[in-house]
């Protein structure tokens, strides 16, 4: 049986989630928050998450253990294309997603979260940052009807987990001017993205945690 250890609140985590079910394997969800326990950290030397368990061993960053459910589980969709060029597009999106937009705008949601105040001298800075992502992934992405072309693959994985986050907590810091709403074609790939089980169960499970986090918050105000 797989186990994939992480909260379901996690970009990272719902990134594998969403390679599991579309690929239909079955697996258990042990649900466990980041940690620098001892423990933890001899199988996530970060102590991040996600991390995966299969026959015992573990494997820890969301990148290599969806490259390695692919090898061990080959059935379609493919994750990562055969077509050596097709499968280097789906790793440039990838990497374009998580080093270009999601760390930049991490600076503001993460810290939003945490209750620390944004200044605008940030928001400018992270602006510019997330302008120039956008209008780089614009050159690459084809949204026919997938992120990277024609079939589900890993840049799908990472697209919807952590774009949809970025389009979600930074909507308030930019409203009007939101770096996204200049992604053509983003808009109609999430709403299509979310008519397929996978990210319908993901999303599901993601607005459930935030009420439960909202409350805790309102409990403890």
């Known amino acids: 049986m797989i186990k994939l250890y992480g909260a379901s609140i996690s970009n990272y985590v719902n990134k594998v989630k969403l390679g599991i079910l579309e690929k239909g394997l079955e697996f258990e969800q042990v649900r466990v928050a980041p940690s620098q326990e001892e423990d933890f950290l001899k199988i996530s030397p970060m102590g991040k998450i996600p991390v995966l368990e299969v026959e015992g061993k573990f494997i820890f960053e969301s990148g290599a253990i969806l490259e390695f459910l692919d090898t061990i ?17 789906v790793r440039e999106i990838t990497t374009m997603i998580e080093t270009y937009l999601d760390i930049p705008a991490r600076r503001i949601y993460i810290s939003s979260s945490r209750g620390k105040e944004v200044e605008q001298i940030l928001l400018d800075e992270i602006h510019i940052v997330l302008t120039k992502g956008v209008k780089a992934l614009q050159r690459v992405v084809r949204f026919s009807p997938y992120i990277a072309g024609k079939t589900f693959t890993m840049a799908d994985c990472s697209a919807f987990a952590n774009l949809t986050v970025i389009d979600e907590e930074l909507r308030k810091f930019y409203p009007n001017n939101h770096p996204l709403d200049d992604l053509q074609g983003w808009k109609e790939y999430v709403e299509f993205m979310k008519t397929k089980e996978g990210p ?3 999303e ?3 607005e459930r945690l935030r009420k439960i986090i909202e409350r805790a918050k309102v409990k403890v105000e």
Do not use: G, S, Y
Not at 73 to 89: G, M, T, V
């Open 200 to 202: 319908a169960l993901v």
């Open 204 to 206: 599901k499970e993601k």
């Open 73 to 89: 589980f080959p059935q379609e969709p493919k994750l990562i294309p055969n077509d050596p060029w097709e499968a280097a597009r």
